[in-house]
């Protein structure tokens, strides 16, 4: 597969005499693919049954004959207002019981039949009359599921579905009864039909109904773009099928939303992203210093998870090219950002990527986003690297191997820690970020994973935050032990089970034999509440989360101790020995003691790592390093003799990103 | 017309006996109109159509024997309870779909066919009654109209009304379609009654819908307060009808509103609107230094809004005199405010000034904020700085001349700004002040008028924040340059057209053939971050937002430049010749760099300025100036030889006002 | 009475067989009392009219066998979801108008007359069957009435009782109308059947008519507790009834609600009400320096409250013993707190502390909640400090002897304050606190009552913020000070009549014959705004509040100037003989102050007092003194020869507590 570029485009935003002079300049500029469509319905099928295809048709053909490939769009997640007047059920119901209203987009409940009906109805149209279309490559379904909190309706549809997905998963109410815990406040059921939804109760609600009404929603999300998936392969094929997932998305489960697609795509806005997912400890100093590129972990981080979905090469379907609209500000982005990004992505196993978006939008909601082209059709700032970009593509290399680092990572986990993080300034992305973050400042590649999955591979297995750890997730951690992976294992791991009661022997849980470790005590630390621990001959400062270890096996060795707190008993980082490999356990928060506790893993295991300058990350596909200089300053890289450049820009430079093949 | 002093009271608050003493103590004051009867309709018609007119009868006679003038108030701001029991769909709809219920006031809405009928109704008996009393002078109508967000009801009726107002607008939905530009998202309608709301949409509505329904809004409104002041003049001939505004109000369009009233009146509380209109930036710091007083700017701003609405003199209908009760901090007015905001008043183009009000309420909402007497009637702190001002007013003058010098202000440009502000530290009033704030500072007289009204009779014009421009207004303000004007564009102006949509050409739209310059791109810079600009040999630091110009016309002079930021073209302010004037563009937002930039085109056009010390400001009426000294400590004013003392405090005593006539 | 300790426990959380290992280990420990039941209708029973008894019979048996006593809890905070399918009107409505739903607790409304009818019958079948159980030696009602705001409900059946409620009490509209003020903004009503809640009206409600919605949903809460202890005492007489009340719990009348109890008890989880009620200026610093103990006047002074209510020994039905789950951050508690706490409860009148709870939840919303016990049977910290207090506990003594502090608390008063509060900085428990605090930092024993109780045994009576004042309690003081007592009135005391309206005079209304002054203005104050008042020879600053004093007696005392602040008269701090005693008023804010102005009246009165070292607190029960360290250092304490210690730790340790018997 060519490492390749490509756009997304909206043909019916704009005249038909000003859009036809776009095929050639989208070439010229060196994109091969276009993505559009995917928010056409009403121009499509304006009133009910009516279709209009020459539009599309002639745009199809357009770009065809300028040597572009298309990707077509379902306009699902945009039902036209004929379609909701007509059937009001088709809203969602907002967490406050409100409905929401068409006026924008996503405005449907993935529960509700007659959308079900209905989308089934135009995707059918629409791939019936483009499925065999030689221009058209691949499909996208609908657009980002699940954005603006549209993953989870409390509507009476909602309802009663879940009912029906808990009576199938428990049989009894006797089984939902044991699996909730529902002895605890009264809560017992005697028939499914008494269950409510938990949006308005008078205090929390229960966290295992939370929990599985979290994978309910999951599920019924993904069953609807299955159907999707099943009626474009039918009447196209030969051609791909593929979803755009968005940054940090937690809402359903991305491991089970991968499995029938063909290859995954997510849209990258590393500006926009960096003002709602820095954590609040260290947010407000990040943002300022990475305002004008996002943060390079927060976007690697989700190119590796979206790598690792499917464990092969993906796409970028929407790239960030110059300002958004819809963060709380929206920076230009530095002179080089663009480029930056664009080689970080097939860095990270990206084989193509799209930039959203062609021309900016004149009206309506987006009239602040930026696209390659500004309002008039001049080409804008981002329009101008990627024409620097595009020609050297074909230096690069589009191999992929798998890393020997891998990170863990599961929603489930996220679902039950988030409902309740016990602390107001902990959270699972916050708890995850500091492991992938310290992983990556030693110039380590890192490989995100579900921790079901074969983890053969690797050396390095590290488990930030697996909050409900299964006996059949502690048995494919062990067996990698055994045979020799080093194992790191971070507070709150194994609390709970899977239904969402904690492990009553105590966290880790199952993985409690492996750590040879169990949880005496938790700890949680406002900010400024603080202890510290002595580990590695050093004085670390721990914040956030605390445990108290009791160690259960003779062979543990006490690697950090709270050497003068009464608070606790004395270990609070320990390694085990076991079989092959080790079973290391980090009971606390503190971003120095980690950055000192990986090195020793890693070493073990055989891994190379270098504490990187500030600023700077490093990331290897085959045989290419790509260097990538995130600072405002310039870099110094001293680089192993016989390196050779392949392309880039000097990490001398502000942004710089230069492309190396090390001596082997 | 003299200058003159009022006062809001409420005869259905206190005993018959205990009011009876007023009308005489009012007299002695020197007070010369009382406003009465805004709140009093369950008083004036306990039961549907039983009248009780008594007690209104006996109070304007007190108040006519006592040598007072009365102004009427229309009772429709509070519908009584039994009339709410028989329509309760006279309640209006909050912006999160619930039904706002009586217990307080303005419980209506203004898309009550009922409202409108009964309103219609209880007003013709009031002016029936007391249309032609000789006591009764004038009329205001309902009372601060719009206050706690009631412009915009969000219920079927206002929908119903709505639509109907799109069809007469638009005459055909394609009209509709075209200018909200839905073909973004799908957005599309086949017909009118499609078009729901947009207060709960599943993300952010379409922005030109929100931009024609504020219009909707503001239109229902305006023809409500024009039929109230249609049955007035019907039936109380020769008195005039007026409306009491509120500060900084935004919800509807006040020049439209003013067309049909023969004066306006505004209700000045400049320590309460201090607390809710510091800009978040400054603004803790502001509400600290002027916790007692208000800001300056923001009470003259407002003074010249209202002033410039008819281009006349306008009342304050309330003034405050004491502490109010409804804002986040109620503290005490320092010793002299009082004086201080009734001179500033008169000023600013103020002929009455009415204090709220005459004694504290012992009950109901507002038993926290004060009168000109206390619970008990002995005089407070504000009564006694009254009868020390009222005495002197003869010896002011009414006379009220044009200044040299307007500001721009329009309520759809701040509609269409506010609803995108691309940034949270950006606003239309931030902007707005940011120039007017800089101009007062220099000792600048300023009008504030619509884009499209008569500019001709001004020597300089200064557009800080037209975001929406039409070609028409462009063409006055060509004319006004062409003629000698010195015109000054802030930056996002001529951003947007009428409909929403963007000015295709870029900004500023039609304003660039004026300027000389193009937008090339726009910044939204978050708190911190922040860019330099070198101009007039100074370098400046820029914030909150910045353009990067693109020069169209060689007669353009580049003033400030990005002289190191690679983010950004050369030019961040120009200035351009044309006709017998010139055009500056003003690209980025910088406290300083106005403060030098401003004197640049005053000194062009003759207009005397000059920077005032801290806390000071001069504002001139015909030929007298006053000079404010708003800080706490004294003030030392170097004035011209043969400037004369009218009335006044001394400026070396905190919040001193001092009236001079300066020799001519 | 003997000293006692006790347990919370759920037998119907845990297996049988486990449960079953629990009475002996709980006796061993030390423990007498078991609470159990109170959560538990769905397990008693399960469908409408069938009972399942026998787990219950069990567990009773068992515990009676181990020789410990039963407290059973009625389970009305928990109705079942069969029942709530059955009447879905029982679930309560919340401010914003949305039915709360059933799936955590709480989930009823106390206007419900099926819940009434309902809650009669378990009730009643629970009592008939244990009610003379040998084990069975008290009940607890309900749990917790009125957490989670579900002591108001906005349903239309609250709105129906409180037009009853309203008119019972005015018998005729236009009493209501008068006492309610409604001629202010035309409120005026014909008929009870014409008000509406208060909950969703367009800008603030009447403040009378949420004083006496306060008051209806108060009575509606109380009337409901009632009916349960009549039904209780019928079945199960000889039997005490209590229930548990809350942590600075606000929402209903505690005095009233008391009649009917046998005794209080109260929760009491210091760490987590430290995260909710620490003041918002200084709360910060506060949280972080009592993360690990809570405050140790938050604590004592709920003690008060509740030993005050029926001025007997109370109980800690649930005491906090390790972290807790439902609080911002949930650190676990200090070394020694969980003794720390106890001898304070027991210190502060306290019977019985019971802990809760024995065993942490491994299921549903508490599982990151601790207990005597972890997940898995060991025992926690807090268990081993429980072990090493039981045995020493009869070398305590249990006489309770009034104090010579009275310090006065309203429900009324809180409602009228909290409801305006003129400033987002002050509150009625902040204003409170300020007293109570200073006090205590003299070392000073309080008790806590209500204006209305017998006053007559004080030597000091502190009124810190008696915001409404009425004529009999102005005459209760007015006695107590005839006869010797030494009265401290604070700011905002006697501003309102026991309607909502102001006293006409001038606050403090009835008071002001007492004190000799009337307030002539009052000044909320933002943070930073502040003013000096010189007194007892220092200066110091005020916050939050000022008041300018007129006095009007000429035996008043002036004992704090504002020497140079012109806003003021000059009078801030009075005092004024009166009978044998003596009245001062407190017209400021100011903590300095008030440490050096109470020593003034507490010599008057020859009551001991000396300022503690920081973080140290003193509580006297009969003739023994509880010395108490709240931080994390040691501390030396000088004390009279002759001084016996009788149990404790070392105040030299970190939260040392150690009981001596001072000589006397």
Redesign the interface.
């Known amino acids: 597969m060519p490492l390749e570029l490509a756009v997304c485009d909206?043909p019916?935003?704009v005249s038909r005499a000003e859009w036809l002079t776009f095929p050639a300049r989208m070439k010229a500029l060196g994109l091969e693919y276009v993505r559009i469509g995917e928010?056409?319905?009403?121009?499509l099928e304006?009133?009910a049954g009516e279709f209009h295809w020459d539009w599309l048709d002639e745009a199809i053909e357009a770009l065809h004959a300028a040597g572009l490939k298309v990707v077509l769009g379902t306009?699902t997640a945009?039902?036209?207002?004929?379609l909701?007047?007509a059937h009001p059920d088709i809203l969602?119901v907002?967490v406050?019981?409100?409905?929401?209203?068409?006026?924008?987009?996503?405005?449907y409940d993935y529960s509700s039949d007659v959308y079900w009906r209905e989308s089934a109805r135009i995707v059918t149209a629409l791939t019936t009359r483009y499925g065999q279309h030689p221009a058209v490559v691949g499909w996208q379904t609908d657009n980002e599921h699940g954005?603006?909190d549209?993953t989870r309706s409390y509507s009476t549809q909602a309802l009663e579905k879940f009912r029906g997905w808990l009576e199938r998963k428990y049989s009894s109410i006797a089984g939902l009864n044991d699996a909730?815990?529902?002895?605890?406040?009264?809560?017992?059921?005697?028939d499914f039909?008494?269950?409510?939804?938990?949006?308005?109760?008078?205090?929390?609600?229960?966290?295992?109904?939370v929990l599985d009404f979290n994978r309910f929603a999951s599920d019924q999300l993904i069953a609807y773009d299955r159907m999707q998936t099943e009626i474009i392969r039918a009447h196209s094929p030969g051609r791909w099928v593929t979803h755009n997932f968005m940054i940090f998305f937690a809402d359903f489960d991305h491991y089970k939303a991968a499995e029938h697609l063909d290859f995954v795509t997510w849209d990258n806005y590393p500006t926009g992203m960096l003002?709602f997912f820095a954590p609040p400890s260290t947010g407000e100093a990040l943002?300022?210093e990475f305002?004008?590129t996002g943060h390079p972990d927060f976007v690697a981080f989700n190119h590796d998870i979206y790598r690792g979905l499917k464990q092969k090469p993906f796409w970028v379907m929407e790239q960030q090219c110059?300002?958004v609209?819809?963060s709380?500000?929206?920076?230009?982005p530095?002179?080089g950002a663009v480029k930056l990004w664009t080689l970080q992505a097939i860095a990270h196993g990206a084989d193509v990527v799209s930039y959203f978006r062609w021309q900016a939008?004149?009206?309506?909601?987006?009239?602040?986003h930026s696209g390659l082209l500004?309002?008039?059709g001049t080409p804008?700032?981002g329009h101008n690297e990627v024409a620097a970009i595009a020609p050297k593509l074909a230096l690069l290399e589009d191999a992929l191997l798998p890393n020997k680092v891998v990170l863990l990572h599961d929603y489930e986990s996220l679902w039950a820690y988030d409902v309740?993080k016990?602390?107001?300034?902990a959270s699972y992305w916050a708890q995850v970020m500091h492991y992938y973050t310290a992983l990556r400042e030693l110039g380590v590649d890192v490989d995100i994973k579900h921790p079901m999955s074969d983890l053969s591979a690797y050396s390095v297995i590290v488990a930030p935050a697996l909050n409900i750890v299964s006996t059949d997730e502690a048995a494919n951690l062990e067996s990698c032990v055994q045979r020799g992976a080093q194992l790191l294992i971070g507070c709150r791991s194994g609390f709970r089970q899977p239904?969402?009661?904690?492990?009553?022997?105590?966290a880790p849980g199952p993985l409690a034999v492996l750590a040879g470790v169990k949880v005496?005590?938790?700890?949680?630390?406002?900010p400024?509440?603080t202890s510290r621990v002595e580990a590695l001959d050093m004085s670390f400062e721990t914040h956030t989360w605390n445990e108290s270890l009791e160690i259960i096996s003779d062979d543990v060795q006490i690697l950090g101790t709270y050497f003068s707190d009464?608070?606790y008993d004395e270990a609070a980082v320990t390694t085990r020995p076991l079989g092959a490999g080790s079973v290391t356990y980090n009971g606390v928060w503190s971003d120095q003691l980690l950055r000192r506790l990986l090195p020793l893993m890693l070493s073990r295991a055989g891994v190379a790592h270098d504490l990187l300058p500030h600023g700077v990350r490093l990331t290897t596909r085959g045989t290419l390093t790509y260097a990538q200089n995130w600072t405002r300053g310039g870099v110094a890289l001293e680089l192993p003799a016989g390196t050779e450049f392949v392309i880039g820009t000097n990490l001398l430079e502000p942004y710089g990103v230069s492309v190396y093949r090390l001596p082997q």
């Open positions: 909206y019916e935003h928010f056409a319905w009403s121009k304006p009133r306009p945009t039902p036209p207002a004929w909701i007047r969602p907002d406050h019981g409100r409905v929401r209203e068409f006026g924008s987009r996503r405005h954005c603006h549209t909730w815990g529902t002895a605890f406040w009264s809560q017992e059921y005697n039909s008494e269950i409510a939804l938990h949006n308005l109760t008078v205090t929390e609600p229960n966290p295992s109904q003002e943002k300022l305002a004008r110059g300002q609209n819809w709380t500000y929206n920076p230009l530095a002179n939008a004149r009206e309506a909601q987006e009239l602040y500004r309002f008039d804008d700032r309740q016990h602390g107001q300034n239904t969402g009661a904690v492990w009553a022997a105590r005496k005590n938790f700890d949680s630390l406002r400024g509440l009464p608070l």
